[in-house]
């Protein structure tokens, strides 16, 4: 082999050589590209987006074992109490979470059958949480739960809300428990009680409401001092209006108040659920009341939007003809749907 042909050789040897580093180079890079587009795409779909408070246009999840469909399963067809329990059940209401229906050992389940429902709707899961010590003071509503049980009541709920990371969970916390706190003497041990469930409830996209009371009750000072005596911190702010009857307008009003008196940045959910014709001012199963404006129709910068908290239908108290406190009653419910069923 003469000297011409060695290194003729040898350059296109060099230059394969050339050619296999740059395509396993290239084909490295393109792997790598590929990698790293693939590992996006996989924290896209698993990582949670930021989550947001409820607000107008929020779609709320319809509860399929609700105590109004209960009761159009049991009334007679063709009823006005049949088609007024059939037109609630299809409204959007939050879920009341007492230790009489879903004890110890069975809250958790329930709200894992609530989070399902409103993963099949899209919507959000809204729940009031009803069980502390001293419920209602001994009145029409009285129960709840002693110390110990409710501790170990609020965090199987606390557990089953984390595992729905993927919804937006809006929880109003013992709605009068503040508000009457004061008349029944122990604003010290629900202000205690109240920090512990709190402190339970701090996970993304989880809302907490504390009890607010309402425009027609203590002023917006007074209740201002209860709630941060009680304490803000982890909470979205306060609940009005619920289970009462004060027009939206003056709900708002107030909450923009109690949010000023609070110094600002606190903010509201409204119950709309029995308000469409106002207060008389009267609380307990007032007649010639009406259904309000449909959940996540109003908000603004400080109310974050308005809920059915208060199940239509279900009684206040044995007052005016209604059964005890949290019963269906049909005639009750006709009433308030007499303008919206034909």
């Not at 590992?39 to 409820?54: F, Q």
């Not at 916390?173 to 109240?194: T, W």
Request: hydrophobic share 40%; proline share 6%; glycine share 10%.
């Amino acid at each position: 082999m003469s000297p011409t042909s060695a290194a003729a050789d040898a350059h296109r040897a060099t230059t394969r050589r050339r050619r296999r580093h740059t395509l396993t180079a290239t084909l490295l890079a393109v792997l790598l590209l590929f990698a790293a587009g693939a590992t996006a795409v996989v924290i896209a779909l698993v990582t949670p987006h930021d989550p947001e408070p409820p607000g107008v246009g929020t779609r709320f999840a319809v509860a399929a074992d609700s105590s109004a469909a209960t009761a159009t399963a049991s009334a007679t067809a063709g009823t006005p109490e049949a088609d007024a329990a059939a037109y609630l059940a299809e409204q959007p209401t939050a879920w009341w979470l007492t230790p009489e229906r879903d004890p110890i050992g069975a809250a958790g389940t329930r709200i894992e059958t609530l989070a399902a429902e409103a993963r099949e709707q899209d919507a959000a899961l809204a729940v009031v949480i009803y069980g502390l010590p001293e419920r209602d003071c001994g009145n029409h509503s009285a129960g709840g739960l002693d110390g110990p049980d409710y501790d170990v009541w609020t965090t199987e709920i606390a557990d089953a809300l984390a595992a729905a990371d993927d919804l937006m969970r809006v929880v109003v916390l013992e709605p009068d428990s503040i508000a009457l706190a004061d008349e029944c003497g122990n604003l010290e041990d629900r202000a205690l009680q109240l920090r512990q469930v709190v402190a339970k409830l701090q996970l993304p996209g989880v809302w907490v409401y504390l009890d607010g009371g309402h425009s027609n009750w203590h002023s917006a000072a007074d209740m201002a001092s209860y709630l941060q005596y009680v304490g803000l911190d982890g909470v979205r702010g306060f609940s009005l209006n619920v289970s009462n009857f004060n027009t939206t307008a003056d709900e708002f009003a107030y909450a923009h108040r109690l949010s000023d008196a609070l110094g600002g940045g606190a903010h509201a959910i409204i119950d709309t659920s029995r308000n469409g014709a106002g207060s008389d001012g009267q609380w307990c199963n007032p007649p010639g009341r009406l259904v309000g404006d449909a959940p996540g129709t109003y908000g603004d910068d400080v109310v974050d939007t308005n809920l059915w908290i208060k199940v239509p239908g279900e009684s206040d108290g044995t007052c005016n003809g209604g059964p005890d406190a949290g019963n269906w009653w049909p005639q009750g419910a006709v009433d308030l749907t007499r303008d919206a069923v034909g």
